[in-house]
């Protein structure tokens, strides 16, 4: 019997720059993705999150998890900046996780040149 289109859940396994952002979504690695990611040590991840949503300690679970291999998160925010709650921020801070929101598309660029010189970076980038 044929199985039909499989959709799994958009993971990239591998560390690359973002090549462009817009139109609600991100280009990287010759590929496109509609909607937001997490750009993590193990690899770039779909991200349930659109613009305005809460963010909340369960939506960086995934970035949680990996920070012994994170010193900087960069939070593209959307189209605005909007700070982190404190609760996130403590949840960071005491994994030893430096966290920066910005806009989404000054999270691109600061994520790219670090990511360019090796830095210990993640990015959680909602979708603009």
């Not at 949680?64 to 998160?73: K, S």
Request: aromatic fraction near 6%; proline fraction near 5%; include cysteine.
């Amino acid at each position: 019997m044929a199985k039909g289109i499989e959709i799994r859940k958009a993971h990239f396994p591998g560390r690359a720059p973002i090549d462009t952002y817009g139109n609600g979504g991100f280009r990287f690695a010759d590929m496109s993705h509609r909607g937001s990611l997490l750009c993590l040590p193990s690899g770039i991840y779909g991200w349930d999150l659109v613009e305005g949503d809460a963010l909340t300690t369960e939506h960086f679970q995934k970035v949680l998890d990996e920070a012994a291999q994170i010193e900087v998160l960069l939070v593209g925010t959307g189209a605005e900046l909007r700070p982190l709650p404190a609760e996130l921020k403590a949840a960071l801070r005491a994994r030893q996780i430096s966290s920066d929101p910005m806009n989404t598309g000054a999270a691109v660029r600061t994520f790219n040149i670090m990511l360019s010189e090796s830095r210990a970076v993640a990015a959680a980038l909602i979708a603009v």
